[in-house]
């Protein structure tokens, strides 16, 4: 069951320069932990010390906000886009 | 043949055709012929007297036809042939040298001289006269929109210069809002360039954003967005935003009542977490896109054409090349838009950000 995990540019440093991983986990919170082994320090970037997502990041599972689904227990297919987008303020 | 533009006010006697085809050498032959098919057609254009009616503008090849010579205009084979109303209602006509301007506007059935006098009588308010700022007022302004408010403190400087386009070497040193307002005179002389050279803040926020019609946002910090975002929610005004980090660029429409940047993100980042544009750099054309898309966006909302990016987030990738879309809904718990608003008022945005106040950089 591969996903596609878009990673926005600031995180990039933390997954070696990619735009895109994939995972085998079943949900986003599984997705998250998958990339977070494979690169250490990806999690502490998403989520603050109480363990929740930081909430001037969205996560989407193809269009729609997690927030509006199962939030980070928001199941995830083959083929499912998961895109992280952080807030970004240039102009 | 000779081919007829015909104005929108028109079209119920030619079948609904924006264009067509018609004979003759003069402009009185080329009004019987269509007056043969289409019945009605002369009588709208022409006077007892026989000369066309002076609410009527005739242009032929894009050059208007003089009072003096009037029906009499010799037509020529594969001339062009524009017939411009008045519009009904008392407005101004437009000028001939606006015509020629906004021809290209006026020919489109979907704009015509209707929506071309919607965009003059606009008024649209952009904060920040710098990346998302200026491609957004040179087409805003190009497009004929009547009124132009820009809201910057910033004197040009020369790292400006690889993105902020409405600024040039000559204006390093000078306030931004008055090489702007050069600029757009220089662009379109129909606009009215009105500069508010304050830094926008909780105390002249609701006044300022009072007057225009609709906001575009250009603006380069966190403070900046949720001050210009909750004062459009109070407001009621469309919020039109864009944003944009290296070679990233996302762009909505905020309308009253459909969400705000507040239902989007929640919250800020802690200050320091993400880099301005002159820490972490920023491709120069980036925001040359996001400020068009930002354009086409209000001038799509002043004549109610097209689908708005009302309810989708619009994600740009300029080394992929690669647009997508996420959905954007209304969160019913949003503080300020949401079915029971804690935030009626506005407040403290640099607090909010969690700047120090000495730090804060609005506008």
Redesign the interface.
């Known amino acids: 069951m591969a996903v596609s995990v878009r990673i926005p540019p600031i995180l990039r440093e933390t997954t070696g320069g990619e735009r895109a991983v994939e995972s085998d986990a079943p949900t986003v919170a599984a997705v998250l932990a998958d990339i977070d082994q494979r690169h250490p320090g990806f999690h502490d970037r998403l989520f603050s010390d109480d363990g929740e997502l930081r909430r001037f990041v969205n996560i989407y599972v193809n269009d729609e906000d997690i927030r509006y689904l199962d939030q980070l227990d928001t199941p995830v297919q083959d083929g499912d886009t998961v895109s992280i987008l952080p807030a970004v303020a240039g102009g | 043949m000779v081919a007829v533009y015909v104005p929108t006010s028109l079209r119920r006697l030619t079948d609904g055709q924006a264009k067509v085809e018609a004979q003759g050498a003069t402009l009185a032959a080329v009004l019987d012929d269509l007056e043969g098919r289409f019945p009605g057609f002369r009588q709208a254009l022409v006077a007892d007297d026989g000369e066309l009616h002076r609410f009527v503008n005739v242009f032929v090849n894009q050059q208007e036809v003089g009072d003096a010579v009037g029906v009499a205009t010799p037509i020529g084979q594969a001339d062009e042939v524009a017939f411009i109303p008045a519009i009904a209602g008392g407005a101004t006509p437009f000028t001939p040298v606006q015509v020629q301007r906004y021809s290209r506007h006026l020919i489109l059935p979907e704009i015509g001289p209707r929506g071309q006098r919607k965009l003059l009588n606009a008024k649209v308010l952009l904060i ?1 006269a ?4 200026s491609p957004a007022a040179l087409y805003l302004a190009a497009a004929g929109v009547g009124t132009l408010g820009l809201i910057d403190f910033d004197e040009v400087d020369l790292t400006n210069l690889h993105r902020q386009i409405l600024h040039g070497h000559k204006d390093i040193g000078r306030h931004k809002l008055d090489s702007a307002r050069d600029r757009l005179a220089d662009v379109n002389p129909d606009v009215q360039v009105v500069p508010h050279s304050v830094a926008l803040s909780s105390e002249n926020a609701l006044e300022i954003i009072g007057q225009y019609d609709i906001v575009v ?6 403070p900046t ?1 949720y001050l210009t975002n909750d004062a459009c929610v109070l407001l009621k005004k469309p919020l039109v935003d ?7 660029g ?1 762009a909505t429409v905020f309308l009253p009542g459909q969400g705000c940047y507040r239902c ?6 802690p200050p320091g977490s ?1 880099p ?2 002159a820490e972490g750099g ?1 491709l120069g054309v980036l ?1 040359g896109i996001i400020g068009c898309i930002q354009a086409i966006e209000t001038i799509k909302l002043i004549l109610g054409l097209g689908e708005s990016l009302a309810g989708r ?1 619009l ?1 740009f ?1 300029a ?2 090349m690669e647009f ?4 954007l ?1 209304r ?1 019913p718990e949003c503080p300020v838009c949401g079915d029971n608003p804690t935030i009626t008022e506005l407040i403290d945005y640099v607090e909010f950000c969690g700047l120090p106040r000495e730090s804060a950089l609005i506008g």
């Open positions: 920040g710098g990346g998302l700022g946002n250009g603006c380069d910090n966190f967005r864009g944003s944009i980090f290296k070679f990233d996302q989007l993100f929640p919250a800020p980042p993400v301005s544009c920023v925001p987030l994600l990738d080394l992929a997508r879309e996420v959905k809904r969160d």
